[in-house]
Structures are given as C-alpha cells and as structure tokens.
C-alpha cells in the first residue's frame, strides 16, 4: 500500500485533527499490508509542507523535518521515480483530465503503478478519483 504525504503530515503533527485517525490508520495499515511505500516526491513534499511558515499550524525545524524522514524512510519501502514512472505519467496526463498541480498527484500514481501497487492510503479520495480503477483509494 502506499502512503499519501498527508498520513505522515497529520501522524507527526499532535495539533492537526486528523492525528489520531491517521496515526490509527498507518497502525492498522502497518499491521495488514505486507509492503507500506512511500516515494521521493513524499519526502520532498513532506519537507516543503512541515517546514513551511503560514501553512496552517507552526512549521518545525528542518532537523526535527529530516529526523522525521529518517524515521519514514526505515518504516517504509521508498519507491524511486525512473524511465517507467515517467512514461505512465505521460500516459495518465493523455488519458485523465487533469492541469496544473494534478500532476503531482498523476506522478504519485505513476510511481505506484511502475511498482505494481495500486492500493493508496490518503485523507484527500477526492484528489485521486480521477484514477479510478487503476487504483484503489483507502481514506480515513
């Protein structure tokens, strides 16, 4: 299964309202998945949110950031963009109706599909319907 940045936003953030039930849900799903990956996007996308001033709680520092990727980066598979990711985010951008910041999210899918997972934990289905039925979305 893979990991959708905001699971690990919400998990390592006490404040947000989404904590317990997305620390509940990397739990569960850590205790029924054989395989929890994330991928390098995750991380970038991780850093650029956790540390950003004016984002909607207090921004952490960049070491406490890293330490926290450390820490993903031993529980989780990370998934690497390559040659295949990139042909199926060209074919998801020909076959999907998506602009602008979609992309991201076409790229998330891309990774997944090159890997061969197509199961996606996340607390935004709606960003990810639009892949619908190359994957199949977990929500909280």
């Known amino acids: ?22 620390t509940a849900a990397l739990a569960g799903a850590a205790r029924l ?15 650029a949110v956790v540390t950003r001033p004016g984002g909607g709680s207090e921004p952490i520092s960049m070491a406490d950031a890293l330490a926290d990727v450390e820490r993903f980066a031993a529980a989780f598979e990370v998934l690497e963009d390559g040659p295949e990711v990139g042909l199926r ?5 020909r076959s999907v109706a998506l602009a602008g910041r ?13 890997h061969g997972e197509t199961r996606l934990l996340t ?5 990810f319907q639009r892949f619908e039925p190359q994957i199949e979305i977990v929500g909280l």
Not at 8 to 18: D, E, G, W
Not at 123 to 127: G, P, Q, T
Request: charged share 20%.
């Open 123 to 127: 607390a935004n289905r709606s960003d």
């Open 102 to 114: 979609q992309v991201h999210d076409a790229n998330i899918v891309a990774t997944m599909l090159a």
């Open 89 to 93: 985010l060209v074919g998801l951008c």
């Open 33 to 47: 998945e054989s395989r929890l990956a994330i991928s390098r996007q995750v991380i970038r996308e991780y850093l």
């Open 1 to 22: 299964m893979f990991v959708d940045t905001n699971l690990l936003i919400y998990s390592t953030r006490p404040s947000s309202a989404f904590h317990s039930r997305a």
